[in-house]
């Protein structure tokens, strides 16, 4: 199983970022997927999250300025990050899981967003 992250860089506040993590090796389409995010000396957090029908969930920091997607055709989810702020600066890992209790539970390696001027 592989989740590849791409997409992250330095971008000015206010600024846009587009992620994305392709993944292999699972049966993507019924995998819930979420991008989580860790800055540093912090815990890591969920961000947002897709489940399979399509619905979705964000942490209330990101409410309205970012959004996710996926394509289940290129086996791909994206996080469509907008008016991003200093303190959305964290590594941000994509994440994929199935089955009670998150039986199967992936992660990719990350991917880094720094939000400077």
């Known amino acids: 199983v592989q989740l590849v992250e791409s997409g992250g860089g330095l971008v000015q506040p206010g600024g846009s970022l587009r992620l994305s993590c392709a993944a292999s090796g699972i049966i993507f389409r019924v995998y819930t997927m979420g991008w989580y995010r860790q800055a540093p000396g912090k815990q890591r957090e969920l961000v947002a999250a897709i489940f399979t029908d399509d619905t979705t969930n964000y942490a209330d920091s990101v409410k309205g300025r970012f959004t996710i997607s996926r394509d289940n055709a290129k086996n791909t989810v994206y996080l469509q990050m907008n008016s991003l702020k200093p303190e959305d600066t964290a590594a941000y890992y994509c994440?994929?899981?199935?089955?009670?209790?998150?039986?199967?539970?992936?992660w990719g390696q990350g991917t880094q967003v720094t939000v400077s001027s």
């Open positions: 994440n994929a899981i199935w089955g009670t209790n998150r039986r199967y539970d992936y």
